[in-house]
């Protein structure tokens, strides 16, 4: 019971790891392609 506890809490943690990669991939792609970098670098600079 452990071990399939333990495979799907490994697999749970992949499945997120994996969308958080892609969120961060898509979302400076996103910024990059628009140029909201510099814009959103001046933002956080500001506060």
């Known amino acids: 019971m452990m ?3 333990e495979n799907s ?3 749970f943690i ?3 790891v994996i969308i958080y990669s892609r969120t961060l ?6 910024y990059l ?3 909201m970098e510099a814009a959103s670098a ?5 506060l």
């Open 3 to 5: 071990r399939y506890i």
């Open 9 to 11: 809490v490994n697999k």
């Open 14 to 16: 992949k499945f997120l």
């Open 25 to 30: 991939y898509i979302l400076r792609h996103f």
């Open 33 to 35: 392609s628009n140029g």
């Open 42 to 46: 001046l933002a956080f600079g500001s």
